[in-house]
T-cell receptor, first 114, second 113 residues
Framework: KAGVTQTPRYLIKTRGQQVTLSCSPI?????VSWYQQTPGQGLQFLFE???????NKGNFPGRFSGRQFSNSRSEMNVSTLELGDSALYLC?????????????FGPGTRLLVL | SQELEQSPQSLIVQEGKNLTINCTSS?????LYWYKQKYGEGLIFLMM?????EEKSHEKITAKLDEKKQQSSLHITASQPSHAGIYLC?????????????FGKGMKLTVNP
């Protein structure tokens, strides 16, 4: 089975712009979660989608949003980019959303905001 | 304060040496995950521990969960350069938690040949 794929792998944007990142989960997985990883804060949970509905949301401003499509693919959007949004954005998928459902991560999208 | 504390923060060992990484939680553990990350890349799932006292092994890596201490340890036997990377522990928050998983800051392992 193919793993989690994320596109693009690298992105450079300027402050004030917006960006959309894409994630394709492992076939059959219905839950997709997004995380932001920075050297200072480590890995932080952004949100989780299951059956096209946002189920959980981390402590991030409203500039960060996402959605999930009927085929479980997910996108996240960041509007009005700030320098501090530079990070590695990781997507993870799992079969369901119950406790102790193993999450499998994609390679990430590295975003640099200038 | 960090919910999951990992120690040590970094480690440099000579190839062939054994080592242990610890992950201590300030809250009840419902499930503990270990992942490995090469710099700037995604996380590779190593193993998940669900119950106190549980121990799992994969190749030369063994992880244990001590529910009473709310702690997990990851032990690498006869380390190799391929073991180098960042080891992250993650924990389920359980019912009512708003986050899918919370993670420690990671432990950077360097293995010198």
């Amino acid at each position: 089975k193919a793993g989690v794929t994320q596109t693009p792998r690298y992105l450079i944007k300027t402050r004030g712009q917006q960006v959309t990142l894409s994630c394709s989960p492992i076939s059959g997985h219905r839950s997709v979660s997004w995380y932001q990883q920075t050297p200072g804060q480590g890995l932080q949970f952004l949100f989780e989608y299951f059956s096209e509905t946002q189920r959980n949301k981390g402590n991030f401003p409203g500039r960060f949003s996402g959605r999930q499509f009927s085929n479980s693919r997910s996108e996240m959007n960041v509007s009005t980019l700030e320098l501090g949004d530079s990070a590695l954005y990781l997507c993870a998928s799992s079969l369901g959303r119950g406790l102790q459902e193993t999450q499998y991560f994609g390679p990430g999208t590295r975003l640099l905001v200038l | 304060s960090q919910e999951l504390e990992q120690s040590p923060q970094s480690l440099i060992v000579q190839e062939g040496k054994n080592l242990t990484i610890n992950c201590t939680s300030s809250k009840t553990l419902y499930g503990l995950y270990w992942y490995k990350q090469k710099y700037g890349e995604g996380l590779i799932f190593l193993m998940m521990l669900q119950k106190g006292g549980e121990e799992k092994s994969h190749e030369k890596i063994t992880a244990k969960l001590d529910e009473k201490k709310q702690q997990s340890s990851l032990h690498i036997t006869a380390s190799q350069p391929s073991h180098a990377g960042i080891y992250l522990c993650g924990a389920d928050r359980g019912q009512g938690g708003s986050e899918k998983l919370v993670f420690g800051k990671g432990m950077k392992l360097t293995v010198n040949p």
